[in-house]
């Protein structure tokens, strides 16, 4: 198998480009190693994105596309320049999918895309700039069985870089042993954990016994330029030793991000073998599956000092912050920001990421917009049309036109759930929109 | 066009930078408290001796207009008096943190390596790799550097073993016999440099004398500071002290004019008649830790500590969250997260007002009552 291949391909505006680059996209998944069915779907992806942005992108410029293929997955990453008014192009293909006829081509290719890969982010990079990142995964063989270690004993002691089929294995036992949602999704496919790993994209800590017998596991990966989001601790043990182990496990994780750049790690999906002390609980989220909703608890760790900082905070959720911050014994000084009288634009843009594995998509706004209610509106009902169920919006507060769009996200169905303190730039409000089954 | 972000050598975009905390007033602002009592880094609560105090207040406004010795010249004379040595074995630099860069940028080069502890003093670890130099990290033992494991990790390319002695922040030492086996076994391999900040708090007749050693190793380097024990952590003066030959290396990459001329005259004036500061100090720390071990033991509180005007303890909240809650009553400890102790804090040892109000805050923060 070989490394990491990537092409990087600039094109021009002229759709008769799209197909020969979809001819290197299935070359490149070849090459990579992946079967008919990825490489299609890769293939399909890359076309319909050029086709659509061939038709947001201004007269004279071009299309700076990206191609990856690693072992786990296959990337398309298009970097381009769109003038403000052709923004809403992208916006209504989340849009339209509810629309039945006559959406314009560029639309509907934008949306077939998201349908082909497995994940896909927006992101502006600021002015005119924008990124579009779409995924398709591997598909990895199911799991063979695994037995748990039996008669696990002290003394033990944790590893930082255990070979791939000890990670392999303990991806299993996790999975084995903890509801799916508290795993990360590769542990579904033990084998794509290791690669992961390998690849640098996920790290861990995991515990071995006496007999280097794997006792437990707990792993991480960054969420954001300052955030690390963590799963577990996984323990393989029973009785008594299982708070050691879990102890191990949190200090061996802590001590390997205390001097690394992020500055917090949290998650949502941290097991019940968490001991108390080491992390603050933020809040809940809700997760629905079918007719039954669970409220599942955020956890979070700040890993320095916290200098205080400033927040914009809009008198609609101006309560919330109070008592979230009071929780936190954390200082902010709260500068209010009115309710947007009239944004200068007239369309708004929202980034999102959908992650069909997650059920899970992403909202964050890029620019303000007399729609942004009926936008957030349209976006929701397109992922829920999806059948997609948790639907997060992420607030910054370090920016006020963003704090000031409280009333637009309550208008919509979104309510405020948590504070994640150094979740974006500065702190972030987590709102979900709310759901009933 | 390339991002000013990409401009970076890889090592340095992918180094955190360190933010200091903020000033007092500030703080207390922030935090709505009207008294800070600052127990975060190690300072001397006795300030600085009585002549170093005089030199400071003697000190005409008009030379401030004026260069300093460019090579801390009167200072060096008084530390070579002070210790029996010739003023060339002594490099003063701005806090001793400047001369751990001055002494990695002249012994080490691409593809080399240092080796020091997981938990110690951070700065060893930051110089090495902002500079791109590996940092290899040697895990303690039972709380304490483990010179067998430290001795097995200076391979051919690593050039400089950095021994913070005593430890921050477990206040554990290597006694002379430590040091000196590890120093045979080490055979010139790489420099050692010991960091004693904390020296001059201990006074422990199997405390190695380093400044003695060094006549029979010449690889060995020490560095001690003004800034604890001398309370002059706000002029910045620390100093290199080695062989010639060693300090006239470390002399080459070090920026001349470094040291402030107030700083130059109040470190000298420290060292004049220190006896009864020292003794002072070693007294207030004493008391301090005693009263705070008791506090500690009372709570059921795990604490660890040694030498040093300073005391660990294992708290049962994030220490993170810990601080931000000291901090709302006006007391300011060190999260040990940072050097890889999580859910510890430590805590400067100081007068005893200070640590009744460290001492009733921990408690409040803990709703012990
Ligand atoms: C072990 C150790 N070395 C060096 C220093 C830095 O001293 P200076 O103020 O001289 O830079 C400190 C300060 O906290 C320290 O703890």
Request: charged share 25%.
């Amino acid at each position: 198998m070989p490394g990491e291949l990537s092409v990087l391909m600039e094109i021009p505006k002229d759709a008769a480009f799209a197909c020969p680059a979809a001819n290197v996209a299935q070359t490149l998944a070849e090459r990579s190693g992946f079967d008919r069915r990825e490489s299609y779907r890769f293939q399909l992806t890359v076309e319909e994105f050029i086709l659509c942005l061939i038709g947001v992108i201004q007269e004279g410029d071009g299309l700076r596309v990206i191609l990856t293929g690693k072992r786990h997955l296959l990337r398309a990453a298009f970097a381009f320049r769109a003038a403000e008014l052709s923004l809403g192009g992208l916006n209504s293909a989340v849009r339209d999918v509810v629309r039945s006829a006559g959406e314009p081509p560029r639309d509907l290719g934008l949306l077939l895309a998201a349908a082909s890969a497995d994940r896909y982010n927006l992101e502006h990079q600021g002015g005119d700039r924008f990124r579009i990142v779409a995924e398709v995964d591997r598909r990895y063989p199911e799991p063979p069985p695994v037995h748990a270690p039996q008669n696990l004993q002290p003394p033990y002691r944790i590893v930082r870089h255990p070979d791939a089929a000890r990670l392999t294995q303990a991806a299993a036992l996790a999975v084995n042993a903890y509801p799916a949602w508290q795993s990360p999704g590769c542990f579904q496919t033990p084998e794509k954990f290791a690669d992961l790993a390998d690849a640098g994209e996920i790290a861990c800590v995991l515990a071995l016994d006496a007999a280097e017998q794997t006792a437990g596991l707990l792993t991480w990966s960054p969420c954001s330029d300052q955030a690390l989001y963590f799963s577990g601790p996984f323990l393989f043990t029973s009785g008594t030793d299982r708070d050691d182990v879990a102890r191990l496990l949190l200090d061996g994780f802590l001590e390997a991000v205390a001097r690394e750049p992020h500055a917090i790690v949290l998650s949502v999906r941290a097991t019940a073998d968490l001991l108390p002390g080491y992390f603050e609980p933020l809040g809940f989220l809700q997760s629905c599956a079918g007719t039954v909703c669970e409220q599942r608890p955020v956890v979070f760790r700040h890993l320095r000092e916290d200098a205080g900082m400033a927040a914009w905070c809009s008198p609609r959720i101006e309560d919330f912050l109070r008592r979230s911050y009071a929780g936190l014994a954390m200082t902010r000084d709260i500068l209010p920001v009115e309710e947007p009288g009239g944004a200068a634009r007239r369309e708004s843009l929202l980034g999102a990421t959908l992650d069909r594995w997650r059920d899970l998509a992403e909202l964050r706004p890029f620019l303000d917009g007399q729609d942004m209610a009926a936008n957030l509106t349209a976006h929701v009902k397109a992922i829920r049309e999806k059948g997609i169920n948790t639907i997060l919006y992420y607030m910054d507060l370090s920016r006020p036109w963003d704090a000031a769009l409280a009333g637009d996200l309550i208008r919509s169905g979104f309510s405020p759930k948590l504070v994640l303190p150094y979740g974006g730039q500065s702190d972030m409000v987590v709102w979900q929109h709310d759901q009933t089954v | 066009m390339i991002r000013l972000f990409d401009r970076a050598p890889d090592y340095v975009r992918r180094f955190e930078r360190y933010v200091p905390s903020r000033p007092d007033p500030e703080l207390m602002r922030q935090y709505g408290v009207s008294h800070l009592y600052r127990l975060n880094n190690n300072e001397n609560a006795l300030g600085p001796p009585p002549a170093a105090r005089e030199a400071i207040a003697a000190f005409a406004p008009g030379r401030a207009a004026l260069y300093p010795s460019g090579d801390a010249y009167d200072l060096r004379q008084a530390l070579a008096a002070r210790f029996g040595k010739s003023p060339e074995q002594f490099l003063a630099g701005n806090g001793s943190c400047e001369v751990i860069s001055a002494i990695i940028r002249a012994f080490c080069g691409p593809g080399d390596a240092i080796v020091t502890a997981d938990k110690t003093f951070a700065v060893y670890e930051w110089v090495a790799k902002f500079s791109g130099i590996e940092a290899r990290l040697v895990p303690l033992v039972r709380q304490a550097l483990d010179p067998d494991a430290m001795l097995a990790a200076v391979t051919e390319n690593a050039k400089i073993v950095f021994v913070c002695n005593p430890n921050n922040p477990t206040g554990s030492w290597w006694d002379k016999a430590a040091l000196e086996r590890f120093l045979v076994r080490l055979g010139g391999r790489a420099l050692v440099v010991l960091d004693e900040a904390y020296r001059e708090f201990l006074d422990d007749p199997d405390f190695p004398d380093s400044m003695k050693i060094m006549e029979r190793h010449d690889n060995l380097l020490v560095f001690r500071t003004f800034s604890k024990m001398y309370g002059l952590a706000g002029l910045r003066v620390g100093y290199l002290c080695g062989s010639e030959e060693a300090v006239d290396m470390v002399r080459r990459t070090h920026i001349a004019y470094s040291v402030n001329a107030l700083g130059q005259v109040a470190a000298a004036a420290a060292l004049e008649n220190d006896a009864d500061h020292i003794a002072a100090t070693r007294a207030m720390v004493e008391d301090a830790g005693r009263f705070l071990r008791g506090v500690f033991d009372a709570m059921g509180l795990e604490h660890l500590g040694g030498a040093g005007n300073f005391i660990m303890v294992r708290t049962p909240v994030s220490d993170t969250l810990l601080y931000r809650r000291l901090m709302m009553k006006g007391v300011m400890a060190r999260t040990m997260t940072g050097f890889r102790y999580p859910n510890w804090i430590r805590v400067s040892l100081a007068r005893e007002e200070a640590m009744e109000a460290f001492a009733s805050a921990l408690r409040g923060a803990l709703d012990v009552p």
